[in-house]
């Protein structure tokens, strides 16, 4: 890092000494710094006349550098002098000869290395010529280049040329610019401020140069390998001409094109006008951004002595940003208006009085988008001087719908009366007009006298409501038909080329499409946006549906590759309030269609990676010129080893390999490059992506998640919309608590489908704790062992919305080998529990407090399960007793009366098993029981409890014993049973220590075997996600199982298959884990390995 730069001193002494024709006005003395050594410079202005030509050269001289030598030989001993040349800084002429009249000007400034000039000549009062350029020999950034700007106008005098029909051309000129480019920004700016007049037919030019050339330098910036040329005309009308329009098309090559022009209209004489218009415009289309634009402005325009203003703008865009507008005046107050290329354009108004004592001004505007059409107007008197006077107001703004036809016009009126600065009599207004059937007028009106004020409401009603909605729509066939126009469709070669391995005949020109075995076909129609919620088609409701994919035929062949999308007017079919329309924008991205490949080919492309091939060359010589030597018979003697032949084949250098693979048929193929094309997908390094937005909590703009949903971010504001209702449609709780926005205007980072993320640390580090999702959005988590091995009786409460831990209230007693489970009314029950086998109590989520159930269970146990039913009565079974025994008997906990009531034992006792509520019934499933003082073995016996008539009955056994496994209902009503511990001795009678890898469904009172695990486990978590499949996580495997697994497993039941997603960032086993309101998952604590154990918690997003 280094800085540079210069300082200096500069003198100017004025001289007016007269030496003949020659005036010195001038001497300039200067020294600086430099890094050569220090300049001093000494400059001189001067004048010269000859007869009717005049000449001026400024700051002309010597400039001397004074370098200090060290070794102290310079030609002055210790410094050494060099004198060069000073140039001047300007030059300029001025001739007045009769017949040609007029002047120049030139400068020069060395540090920037431009030339700057102007000229205007008049040639006997016929013909006027002017020009300015430029010319840089540096580019902005201080390194060497070159750009040309010059600008030509020639005025024809005597009232110009005549074209016929009272048309006269009054000038002609031109723009020619290289290495220079077109900022649009700053020609429409130049609209406003009249800068724009510098390019068009520019007057005294020389005395403007200064302000001349800084317009161009703004308008037209060096731009290396950008042409410019631009032609202009300006034409009258009327003799003399009483109104002009200045007009030049100016053409950047490669670019742009833009118009720029001034009109001006003088009525009924120049001399004498009573109405003058004078307008600055500017137009341009720009093909980089897709989009064409106008905006023109009065400037100094009048109607008798009355002062008129305002402006006009057009924007049309399309392509990626498509966008409709058009303004008149402006727009609503309310209208955010998207990025527009120009200004805003200024209130159409007219001052009909404007003085020290008076004031009347009336202003409108109109506006259309492809949301809203928008008017409204402003009136305001002022009568009075100081503290005394009169002031009255009246304006209104309306938007209109067209479907159902209506209107809202809000109106403001009032008028007030004031003296010594106290206001002595006032009315006000301010009421909404909707209608046309009926017409409503509600706000308020209030009337004030000196220090008393009246106001009052109103809301009245009146007219005949009648129905202006269109008749309903079929949007179906609608669709269908623009499906079938083949206009929509478009195929498209494979990745990389058009010849993969093989070369294909040239095919006959076909108007029908030629879709290639691996190539893709778009489908596309721009008449529905897809998939999302539609509310009308135009100005008609959807009678068939609201909302409308496209997807490949069932056993068509196809398979979709992504989705296609295009720009859509969502005004046109969402139901928008005015408020939404006036801040949506115009045009929004939406699904339009599908890309589509053959199944085969889109398998075989993604198995498609380097391939490992030896290559061997064979060398032979051919320009050898050395005979072979003739062959003879050797006599046999002594048979001796073989020698290894010499082999035939050649390996190449390296480098010449790499050479001679550049031109390999293979190696050039599409197939052979995928993989490069793969990594560097795209010819630019950096690429912009459209914006996408998210539903996020309004609280901290933190991303919300949504059960269910495949995607975390939308593609436009009218997807996320569609989610964010949706969601609050099923959990009303977050109603106000959500909001769409940007996603780079998400708080924190965006989560990646399929992948873990942190969910921070515990408030206490527990193994074996049981976790529920409360009503309240939040998650519980309590007991369980700290990494002593000790019982404990805290916890931690998770929030969903903020991820966030913080600690509740502990429990009454120390628990490990309890159950947790949520109640109907938001609570949460904690049941039995090694040492604390009897007691029970319930966690209140609003004073964050445990207490205890009143009495005890009916009997003792841990390692038991605590299943809700329907009616909110909790289903306890099995264990272990106090004194170590599985047990066989259940119990019924009910909420309200918080009392236990014992219901029939189970035919088989068990401990460590599984239950599942499976509509009004209870499966429970599979366990273990002892079978000596220290030993227990899994078991497969299942049965069913039926709470109507408090009955159990024997069901179906699992296909293989289990214990340590997991149960999960399934969106069908089966129940999939994972993993488990090693049952004891195989078919081979070989004893396998390792955890289960066999999976079964339970279906009609039937289990049946389904593919089995990738890898055997048990201790581990499965639930199923709102897309219908289930997702095992971590566990561990036997005998030991001292180290938690990091892997996740997806099973899909319709498929039966199993895939890996994202693994956890820590291995766990014995932990925590819970299915959160918004489709998440969470789990937490747990082993590591051994005797390590997790103090963190991770969250999933499907």
């Known amino acids: 890092l280094y800085f540079r730069g210069s300082a200096g001193l500069e003198l100017q002494v004025p001289v007016h000494l007269r030496i003949g024709p020659v005036e010195v006005q001038g001497l300039t003395l200067s020294v600086g710094a430099g890094s050569e050594g220090i300049p001093v410079g000494v400059g001189t202005t001067f004048k010269v006349a000859f007869g009717p030509l005049q000449a001026v050269v400024e700051d002309i001289g010597v400039r001397a550098t004074f370098a200090i030598r060290p070794d102290g030989d310079g030609n002055l001993g210790p410094l050494d002098v060099s004198f060069g040349f000073k140039p001047p800084t300007g030059v300029g002429l001025s001739v007045d000869a009769g017949v040609i009249s007029g002047g ?48 030509i106008a020639t005025e024809f005098g005597g009232g110009g040329i005549q074209l016929g029909y009272g048309f006269t051309l009054l000038a002609v000129g031109g723009l020619v610019g290289l290495n220079r480019g077109m900022n649009l920004d700053a020609l429409a700016q130049g609209v406003r401020s009249g800068a724009i007049e510098s390019v068009m037919f520019p007057k005294d030019v020389v005395a403007n140069a200064p302000r001349i050339l800084s317009d ?72 980089d951004k897709s989009r064409l634009w106008f905006f023109a402005e009065l400037f100094e325009s009048r109607i008798l002595f009355m002062s008129i203003e305002g402006g006009i703008g057009l924007l049309v865009g399309w392509g990626d940003d498509a966008e409709l507008v058009l303004t008149v005046g402006g727009f609503h107050p309310a209208f955010q208006p998207p990025a527009l290329p120009f200004p805003v354009p200024r209130r159409l108004a007219i001052d009909i009085l404007n003085n020290g004592v008076a004031r009347i001004r009336v202003e409108g505007y109109f506006a259309i988008t492809s949301n809203s059409v928008q008017f409204g107007a402003h009136a305001e008197l002022t009568l009075g001087f100081d503290d005394f006077g009169i002031h009255g107001h009246l304006g209104f703004d ?80 609608l669709l269908v038909s623009e499906i079938g126009k083949v206009d929509g469709w478009r195929t498209q070669l494979p990745t990389g080329g058009t010849k993969p391995l093989v070369t294909l005949r040239q095919l006959d020109p076909t ?145 010449v390999f790499d050479r001679l693979l550049a031109g390999n048929s293979v190696s050039t193929s599409p197939l052979s490059q995928q993989r490069a094309k793969q990594l560097q997908p795209f010819d630019d390094a950096v690429r912009i992506p459209g914006r996408r937005y998210v539903v996020a909590y309004a609280r901290d703009n933190s991303q919300a998640f949504f059960p269910g949903s495949t995607a975390t971010s939308f593609r436009s504001a009218s997807a996320a919309t569609d989610a964010l209702r949706d969601r609050v449609g099923k959990d009303p709780r977050l109603a106000g608590k959500l909001h769409v926005i940007p996603v780079d205007e998400a708080h924190g980072t965006a989560p ?40 404990t009786r805290s916890g931690g409460l998770f929030e969903v919305d903020t991820a966030t831990w913080t600690t509740p209230g502990e429990l009454t007693v120390a628990r490990d080998g309890h159950t947790l489970t949520t109640l109907l009314n938001g609570r949460a029950l904690a049941i039995g529990g090694t040492g604390t086998e009897t007691s029970a109590e319930i966690f209140d989520p609003v004073t964050n407090t445990w207490s ?64 599942v509520l499976i509509g009004e019934q209870v499966l429970v499933i599979g366990g273990r029981r002892p079978t000596g003082d220290t030993q227990s073995a899994p078991i497969a016996f299942c049965e069913i409890f039926n709470p109507a008539d408090k009955t159990w009955t024997v069901t179906a056994d699992l296909t293989a014993p289990r214990s340590g496994h997991q149960a999960t209902l399934l969106a069908d009503g089966g129940v999939l049973v994972t993993g488990g511990d090693a049952s004891g001795v195989a078919v081979a009678r070989r004893f396998d220590p390792a955890s289960q890898r066999t999976a079964e469904v339970y279906r009609d009172g039937v289990w049946k075997r389904v593919k089995d695990l990738p890898t055997g486990r048990s ?11 289930v997702v095992v996580i971590g566990g561990s495997t036997g005998p030991a199982h001292d180290a938690g697994f990091r892997s996740v497993l997806v099973y899909h039941p319709a498929k039966d298959t199993w895939r890996s ?36 918690a991770e969250l999933f997003t499907p």
């Open 104 to 151: 120049g000007y030139l400068s020069f400034d060395p540090e920037k290395g431009e030339y700057a000039g102007a000229l205007e000549l008049e040639f006997a009062n016929f013909l006027e010529l002017k020009a300015i350029g430029l010319i840089s020999t540096k580019k902005p950034d201080g390194s060497d280049g070159f750009s040309l700007l010059i600008v």
């Open 216 to 287: 161009l330098r703004t308008f037209f910036p060096a731009e290396d390998g950008k042409f410019l040329i631009g032609p202009m005309a300006k034409i009258g009308w009327g003799t003399p001409s009483i109104v002009t329009v200045s007009l030049g098309v100016i053409i950047e090559i490669p670019g742009n094109i833009a118009i720029v022009g001034v009109l001006k209209c003088l009525l009924p004489t120049k001399e004498l006008p009573l109405l003058v218009l004078q307008v600055n415009f500017a137009g341009a289309i720009e093909f």
């Open 398 to 477: 309306a938007l209109f719908r067209f479907s159902p036809f209506a209107f809202v016009i809000e109106v403001a009126a009032g008028v007030s009366l004031k003296a010594f600065g106290v206001g002595l009599f006032g009315i006000d207004l301010h009421f909404v007009l909707e209608g046309p059937s009926p017409f409503r007028a509600h706000g308020r009106g209030s009337i004030s006298l000196l220090f008393f004020e009246i106001s009052a409401d109103f809301d009245i009603t009146w007219g005949e409501e009648h129905n202006t909605v269109l008749p309903p729509i079929d949007v179906l066939p």
């Open 511 to 655: 108007e029908d499409l030629v879709l290639h075995p691996m190539g893709t076909l778009t489908v596309q129609q721009r008449a529905i946006p897809l998939g999302v919620r539609l509310d009308r088609v135009g100005q008609q409701a959807p009678r068939d549906g609201n909302r409308f994919t496209v997807e490949p035929a069932p056993n068509s062949g196809l398979v979709q590759v992504t989705a296609t999308d295009d720009q859509f007017a969502m005004a046109q079919y969402q139901t928008m309030d005015d408020a939404t329309k006036l801040s949506r924008p115009a045009y929004e991205r939406q699904d339009a269609g599908i890309e589509l490949t053959a199944e085969q080919s889109a398998t075989e492309i993604a198995r498609s990676r380097f391939v490992r091939r030896s290559s061997r060359y064979e060398l032979r010589i051919l320009d050898n010129k050395r005979k072979p030597k003739p062959r003879r018979t050797e006599p046999l003697a002594t048979v001796s080893a073989a020698a290894k032949p010499k082999s035939k084949y050649y390996q190449p250098d390296p480098a």
């Open 752 to 791: 990646v489908p399929e992948r873990w993320s942190s969910a921070g640390t515990l408030p206490v580090t527990t193994t074996g704790s049981p976790m529920v999702a409360l009503n309240n959005g939040k998650v519980l988590y309590a007991g369980g062992t700290t990494p002593d091995g000790v019982p």
């Open 852 to 915: 205890a159930v009143p009495d005890p269970l009916t009997v003792g146990r841990s390692g038991h399960t605590a299943t809700r039913l329907k009616s909110g009565l909790v289903l306890i079974a099995g264990g272990t007793s106090t004194d170590g025994r599985a047990l066989a008997s259940a119990e019924l906990f009910d909420p309200a009366t918080r009392k236990w009531t014992a219901v029939p034992s189970m035919s088989e006792a068990r401990t460590d098993h599984q239950a």
């Open 1019 to 1029: 201790h581990h978590h499965s639930i199923r996600i709102a897309s219908g499949e």
């Open 1061 to 1096: 997603t994202g693994p956890l960032g820590t291995g766990r086993t014995d932990f925590a884990a819970a299915l959160l309101p918004d489709g998440r998952l969470l789990v937490a604590g747990g082993i590591e390995r051994s005797t390590v154990s997790v103090s963190t």
